[in-house]
């Protein structure tokens, strides 16, 4: 299917409000910023109540979907198809508004408030795609649209020592080795580096297939196909989690050598739980995909392991000047770019067809 082209970043209203939501977290507090991070915003331009139009915080009690909920989002994905075909990490298209009415059909101030927020995302986009919520779907969300669009395969990938690092860095830093794989390969006597380098090794041959297809139409069908196959599916997720953690090996290297530094990584160090990178994983890193998904702070530092700027909708921050996100705020400008739709800044989804009017 042909999607059309991408805003681009100098043209997104919101381009400065993710560095700014990461600097309020750091200012609330050197701990934790996950409450702080998912705080800010003003009222929007025009004088208008905030309250009026902002959403309700009650989601905010808790970031991540409890388990039975991922279990009956796993449910419905698997019957928009039939019980019959492949489970489906990515559901078919649909029209964003007939979601929106599907999903809030009340009255209340927060259905209100999305309905709001997508009748805006339907400006620009006119289908929206349900990602699977088990607690990857930062992740899966992001590296979908990432290999589905156009493009050839990004250079980082062709750098022939990509599959050189996991060997590398474990051997110079011992507490790699507490890596927890995700809960597909429990069980399995994995060895670590072998399966890191393999997975690393899925992510560029998979993306170097889908590059090489001729058509928007063909690289969507094989997208489609790649994420109903759990096992490289999962591990295409260990591939960009490591590349996670080394980019955060590098900016920490940075910033201890006094270097300058993205500003949100001074922030995801200022956290009493990732002081260091050790920290990150065995308190963030490890938890995506089996109690937890990625954090606000951490957007930025997915951004930076698959260089692609991720722009996303938070229609929960409809009204303020944070309802359209973007990671990093000033991405290099030969960065792909990557288009989310966020509901409550714990799950995500994917916005599909940009409008006519708006790909001119």
Avoid at 82 to 99: H, N, Q
Wanted: glycine share 6%.
């Amino acid at each position: 299917m042909s999607r059309g082209t991408m805003p681009q970043p100098g043209a997104w209203p919101g381009g400065s409000c993710a560095e700014k939501l990461a600097r309020e977290a750091g200012a609330a507090s050197p701990g934790p910023i996950r409450a702080a991070a998912r705080e800010g915003g003003k009222a929007a331009a025009g004088g208008q109540s905030l309250a009026a139009l902002r959403c309700p915080a009650e989601h905010e009690e808790d970031m991540y979907r409890a388990a039975d909920e991922i279990e009956k989002e796993k449910e419905l994905l698997i019957h928009e198809r039939g019980l019959s075909e492949p489970k489906l990490s990515v559901a078919p298209e649909m029209d964003i508004m007939d979601y929106c009415k599907k999903e809030w059909r009340g009255n209340t101030q927060k259905a209100t408030c999305m309905k709001k927020g997508y009748e805006e995302v339907s400006q620009k986009f006119t289908s929206i795609r349900r990602v699977r919520g088990d607690n990857y779907c930062a992740l899966r969300a992001t590296l979908f649209q990432a290999m589905s669009q156009p493009a050839v395969l990004p250079s980082w990938l062709q750098d022939p020592e990509l599959t050189l690092l996991p060997e590398k860095l474990v051997n110079k830093y011992s507490w790699i080795k507490q890596w927890q794989l995700g809960l597909k390969f429990e069980g399995k006597s994995e060895d670590l580096v072998d399966k890191i380098k393999e997975s690393l090794t899925l992510l560029r041959k998979k993306w170097a297939g889908l590059a090489e297809l001729r058509t928007a139409e063909a690289r969507q069908i094989a997208c489609d196909e790649l994420f109903t196959n759990e096992e490289e599916e999962y591990s295409l997720y260990e591939a960009v989690k490591f590349l996670m953690l080394h980019r955060a090996i590098e900016l920490y290297d940075d910033k201890e050598k006094g270097k300058e530094v993205p500003f949100f990584s001074v922030l995801l160090f200022a956290r009493d739980t990732s002081s260091d990178p050790g920290q990150l994983l065995r308190n963030h890193l490890n938890q995506v995909g089996h109690t937890g998904g990625l954090e606000q702070i951490e957007m930025f530092l997915l951004a930076y392991a698959v260089r692609h700027t991720i722009q996303v909708y938070r229609l929960s921050k409809y009204s303020t000047e944070e309802f359209i996100t973007v990671y990093p705020t000033d991405p290099p400008r030969d960065w792909p770019v990557v288009t989310l739709i966020a509901e409550d800044d714990r799950h995500y989804n994917i916005p599909v067809r940009v409008c006519e009017e708006t790909s001119l």
